[in-house]
């Protein structure tokens, strides 16, 4: 069974108990839907369909100071940040599967993939960010957003540890989020609940902070 974090808590995630050779790091999320009265059901309320939640999960490679070295190109591409546009980090042993633009569905909504037993030991953090896509644009926030979770499974399939965070009105003004991060240790890699909020949407600012 899975250990479930709160926000602040962190777990090691040692070498001899779970099999680090391939690790998923798994997001989901719902989104909130307006309930409508029904006249506005029948006839309809004016304000049209809103826009589908566009979420991304982005993955920072850290090294020991807790800073990026190698941001690629002036478009993010072939360095140690692994988003929609750098679906695969260069070392070969972390990759984003693929952008899921609406969060339906049951389970994982997003998916890093991490050998964590291959991965250059030069990198001692990975940070995990999410964002709400254009979300100042489409007035979306993290206030509608409910049932998030972040979760990591060793390659036996074994749900080693989890955090859950929904939004709700306390979260009305942000966009992004510092969901968690992995650290190295020297038994194996440390699980971190941060769960940090930030009115921005896009990963971009929070990259400022580690380069």
Not at 7 to 26: A, C, R
Not at 86 to 93: A, D, M
Not at 125 to 149: L, P, R
Request: glycine share 12%; net charge neutral; with cysteine.
């Amino acid at each position: 069974m899975a250990i479930s974090l709160k926000k602040g808590q962190g777990i090691s995630l040692k070498k001899s108990e779970n099999d680090l050779s391939l690790v998923t790091i798994g997001l989901g999320w719902d989104v909130k839907e307006e309930k409508k009265g029904l006249l506005a059901s029948v006839f309809g309320d004016g304000k049209g369909k809103e826009e589908d939640y566009d979420l991304d999960v982005v993955a920072f490679l850290c090294h020991s100071d807790g800073k990026i070295r190698n941001v690629g190109n002036n478009r993010l591409v072939g360095g140690d940040v692994v988003f929609f546009n750098n679906l695969r980090h260069t070392s070969g042993s972390i990759w984003l599967t693929g952008d899921n633009r609406t969060g339906a569905g049951e389970g994982d909504d997003e998916q890093i993939i991490v050998k964590l037993n291959d991965l250059p030991r030069e990198f001692a953090k990975i940070v995990f960010v999410v964002q709400i896509y254009q979300g100042i644009k489409k007035n979306q926030s993290f206030g509608k957003v409910q049932n998030a979770f972040i979760r990591a499974v060793d390659a036996k399939g074994k749900e080693m540890v989890r955090f859950d965070l929904s939004g709700g009105a306390g979260f009305s003004q942000y966009r992004s989020l510092l969901f968690a991060e992995l650290e190295r240790e020297e038994s194996g890699w440390k699980f971190n609940a941060i769960g940090a909020p930030d009115p921005s949407d896009t990963f971009v600012d929070w990259l400022r902070r580690y380069t």
